[in-house]
Every structure is written in C-alpha cells, then in structure tokens.
C-alpha cells in the first residue's frame, strides 16, 4: 500500500506496517560506533594479520583485511583499545578475543575484503589496566 502524502490518511495502521519494514531492513543487534582501533588476528600454525576496525559493537566489529577469512571460521584476536591516558603510562588496554567470522564481502579491486566478527569471548590482557575489585570488596567485608 502507497502512502499519498497530500491526503490525509486516517490509515495509521498502514502506515506503521510501512514504517515497520523500513525500519526492519536493519540487521544488526547492536548499535555501531566507528573507533579505528588495532586488531591483531592469529591463527595456528599461521601469519599475523593487522589490521584496524571501521565499527565496534558490543557484539562484534568489522574490519578490512587481506582475502583468507572464511565465514563461520573461528579466530583469536587481540584488540587495542587506547586508553588516553593522560600520563603516557599505559597507552592501550590489550583485549584478546575468540571470534567466529559472520561475513566476508571482497571490496572491488582494492584487493581487500570486508571482514565481519562476532565476537563469543574475550578477556583484558592488561590486568594492572583493569583494576580488580573484587579485593577492595573483599577488604570492606
């Protein structure tokens, strides 16, 4: 059905469905940021692969990457997250992931192709980054 914008329509109904499929061609979960941020794949037994992510999620981040990602594929990675620390004591904060690849688009002839993760776990690698309160709640009983 095709909204008349001259008309007053007193078909509101019509109108959410239509809204409603706008708004559904949206597939992720999550809302993006775009942070352009190291990110260090290993595999086993393979080359490292650096590269930058375009946009983080709480789930997971896309990244541009030389062609070897296979959809489905689990990966390790290590991101960078910068601290801006003031003091220049510690200048990121090191996350490692496991990662399951979600989707992969080769980008024209540029040679690169568009990598999209999921991320299934992490942990900080930098633990005197993150501080531990679990000590200081255990010393206030």
């Known amino acids: 059905m095709e909204l008349d914008p001259t008309k007053r329509t007193s078909d509101l109904p019509a109108f959410r469905r239509l809204s ?23 595999r086993p037994g393979g080359a490292e692969i650096t590269t930058i992510t375009q946009d983080l999620s709480s789930n997971g981040f896309y990244c541009l990457a030389q062609p070897g990602f296979v959809p489905g594929e689990v990966r390790q990675c290590m991101l960078a997250i910068p601290t801006y620390d003031p003091n220049g004591v510690r200048p990121t904060l090191r996350v490692f992931c496991r ?14 192709c568009g990598v999209g993760c999921e991320i299934e776990d992490y942990r900080f690698m930098d633990s005197a980054a993150v501080p531990d309160h679990r000590e200081r709640l255990a010393a206030n009983g």
């Open 99 to 112: 990662v399951r690849v979600i989707r992969v688009e080769m980008l024209g002839e540029s040679g690169l």
């Open 20 to 42: 409603q499929r706008a708004v559904s061609t949206e597939r992720r979960k999550r809302n993006r940021v775009q942070v352009h941020w190291a990110l260090t794949f290993s």
